[in-house]
């Protein structure tokens, strides 16, 4: 690797690393460039030849951040599979016990909500394209949106997600957690509540009904 490339990547992880560690202690609304270069031990001229605003180096932090982990989730799911292996799952938790501090910025909503939004859409995305191609290869027809579909298989598994990573000592292993959203993604929140059977038939929309 070039000099300046491995220069350019310290430069940026100093930066990114000072970013998150101020977040987490005062908050985004409280932390300034000058703040940033002073924990990173950088002058202001190298910030801003790198990022024009710390705006700029959370989108990028939170960019290089959802590129690594599509490309260790990318093996995890071809087209060819029906899925439901919680294998992808059970990735995306250990990508974030390593990245632990990054993950509790962008899933506590830091920085108004931007950075979630940003990795929220790019994991929808991705998912509903998986979805997509799988059934495509099996020549079966959704049954549910599938923009629905992947909001809501994508908000589930970060709400759990941050709920374990915020939670010291960890309230199950990462195998467990993802063990049973995999069985809710099998069978279902009727089965997961005790039930048995088939679920009965969905009252028409608007009607009054418990909410689920």
Known sequence: MPTTDRRTRRTRG???????SLVLERG???????D????ADLGRATFYSH???????????VTELQEELDERLRPLVPASSVGFTGKPALELFRHARENRDLYLLILRGEGDG???RQFTDARTDAVRSV??????HHDVTPRIDLGVLARAWVGEQLAVLRWWLETDPAPM????ATGMLQNLSLRGRYWANGFEGD???PAPTGADSPQS
């Open 36 to 39: 940033i270069t002073e924990r």
């Open 51 to 61: 990022y024009p605003d710390k705006d700029a180096l959370l989108r990028h932090v």
């Open 131 to 136: 979805f997509k191609s799988r059934a495509d």
């Open 114 to 116: 931007r950075a979630l």
């Open 28 to 34: 985004y609304a409280n932390v300034t460039v000058e």
């Open 173 to 176: 292993s990462a195998e467990e």
């Open 14 to 20: 100093l930066l990114r690393d000072a970013l998150v």
């Open 199 to 201: 679920p009965p038939d």
